[in-house]
């Protein structure tokens, strides 16, 4: 079945740091990816997605690249902030999953001043 | 646009006693989810409407679990009688449709079962 396999926290950087967290993934179809976010005692919120293989999503400075051929969605930022401090989660959909979303296990990222 | 709403956002309650959830979704948005996360975890889907119809439930531990979305719109998740181990955050989603794949959350309830 499909799953979404994201690197393991917490993850730790200074502020103004560049942030990589890796995610892969398996599925039997064409999936959509998604980045969400949670940030201390709050629902989550779709940071960014993309749809097919090379598109790039974007938003508030965070990109991810939809790469095919190495089943990868890896989020990154030039320069972090305390305020990037959350958890993020990789998560894909698609119709062979009822459109259902599949979750990685989440990555804490500490930023610190 | 008004986001997905919850309540209550906490609730403690003793083991074996019942608690109900309640959601209410983006006003047009067909496809509902409940979702359970316990704490250092991703979200685990409970159970999947579309409108008032149930697409998936497979993952409700039916036995002491149920949900409801009886006019297509709110719906309930109700758990009795509660375990220790259902402490967790109980999330709501809607999405437009059933392949619009974007999901929009609620804030949560957290329930802890002492």
């Known amino acids: 079945g499909d799953s979404v396999t994201q690197m393991e926290g917490p993850v730790t950087l200074s502020e103004e740091a560049f942030l990589t967290i890796n995610c892969t993934y398996t599925?039997?179809?064409?999936?959509?990816l998604f980045w969400y976010v949670q940030y201390p005692g709050e629902g989550l919120q779709l940071l960014l997605k993309?749809?097919?293989a090379d598109d790039k999503g974007s938003n508030k400075g965070f990109e991810a690249t939809y790469r095919k051929e190495t089943t990868s969605f890896h989020l990154e930022k030039g320069s972090v902030q305390v305020s990037d401090s959350a958890v993020y989660f990789c998560?894909?959909?698609?119709?062979?999953?009822?459109?259902?979303?599949?979750w990685g296990a989440g990555t804490k990222l500490i930023i610190k001043p | 646009e008004a986001g997905v709403a919850q309540s209550p956002r906490y609730k403690i309650i003793e083991k074996r006693q019942s608690v109900a959830f309640w959601c209410n979704p983006i006003?047009?948005?067909?496809?509902l989810y409940w979702y359970q996360q316990i704490l250092g975890q991703g979200p685990k889907l409970l159970i999947q409407?579309?409108?008032?119809?149930?697409?998936?439930d497979s993952q409700l531990p039916k036995d002491r679990f149920s949900a409801e979305r009886l006019k297509g719109v709110d719906s309930t998740l109700k758990i009795q009688p509660a375990k220790l181990e259902d402490s967790a955050v109980y999330l709501c989603?809607?999405?437009?449709?059933?392949?619009?794949?974007?999901?929009?959350f609620g804030p949560g309830t957290r329930l802890t079962v002492l």
């Open positions: 989603a809607s999405s437009l449709d059933l392949s619009y794949n974007e999901q929009f």
């Open positions: 006003s047009g948005h067909a496809t």
């Open positions: 409407f579309q409108n008032n119809g149930v697409v998936d």
């Open positions: 599925a039997t179809g064409y999936p959509s």
């Open positions: 993309a749809t097919k």
């Open positions: 998560a894909l959909s698609e119709v062979n999953s009822n459109y259902q979303l599949i």
